[in-house]
C-alpha cells in the first residue's frame, strides 16, 4: 500500500524567511500533485511533476521531483503572510488503483 | 467553464439517517472521484466512476456507496450515518483516469452528524 509522509506537520514562519516542506513516498510514482488548502475550503492545485527532476515555480513557491528517492520538495522563498495555508502533496503509484494518495498535510502559518 | 459543483454544501444529519451528496463535473469530463476529509484520518479516497461505472473503490464500509448518470454528475449515499461520517466531502473531476488526467477539486460538502 502506497504510503505517502509529509514533514514537518506544522510549521511557523516569519515573514521573508525560506524554508522547505518534504514529502516522501512509498512506492514507485512518476506523477505527483502539490495543492492548497485554506481553512474551510477546497484543494487549490499548485503544481504537476511529472518526472524525474521535474522543477517547477509560481512565486515564491518551487516544487521538484527525486523519483529515484521518492522524495518531492515545496521550498518557500521569502515568505509572506499570503502564503498561509495547509499544503498537501499526492502521489499516483504507477501500480493498481489510479486513485491520489494525501500526504498529512502542512500547516504553514507566517508570521508578521 | 464552469468548474465542479457540489451541492448541498452543508449538511447536518443525526446518527442512523442516510444521506445523498451531489457532485455535477466540469463539462467534458468524464471520471468523478469522491474523497473524505477528517482531522483524524485526513484526505482519503473513497471511489472513482467512470463513464456510469466504478473503477476504482478506496477502503470504506459498504455503507458508502455511490454511483454516475450518464451525463457524468455523480452521487454518494452514506446509509446509517455514524458520527464518524462528519467529515468534508470532496469530489474532483478529470477527463479520465488520475493516473493521465488532473483532478479538479470541488468546494465539498461539509456534512455533520449528530
Known sequence: ?????????FLSMQEGKNYTI???YSTTSDRLY???????????????LLSNGAVKQEGRLMASLDTKARLSTLHITAAVHDLSATYFCAVISNFGNEKLTFGTGTRLTIIP | KAGVTQTPRYLIKTR?????LSCSPISGHRSVSWYQQTPGQGLQFLFEYFSET?????????????RQFSNSRSEMNVSTLELGDSALYLCASSLG????YEQYFGPGTRLTVT
Open chain 1, 1 to 9: 500500500e502506497l504510503k505517502v509522509e509529509q514533514n514537518p506537520l
Open chain 1, 22 to 24: 518534504y514529502c516522501n
Open chain 1, 34 to 48: 502539490w495543492y492548497r488548502q485554506d481553512p474551510g475550503k477546497s484543494l487549490e492545485s499548485l503544481f504537476v
Open chain 2, 16 to 20: 442512523g439517517q442516510q444521506v445523498t
Open chain 2, 54 to 66: 466504478q473503477r476504482n473503490k478506496g477502503n470504506f464500509p459498504g455503507r458508502f456507496s455511490g
Open chain 2, 97 to 100: 483516469g488520475a493516473a493521465t
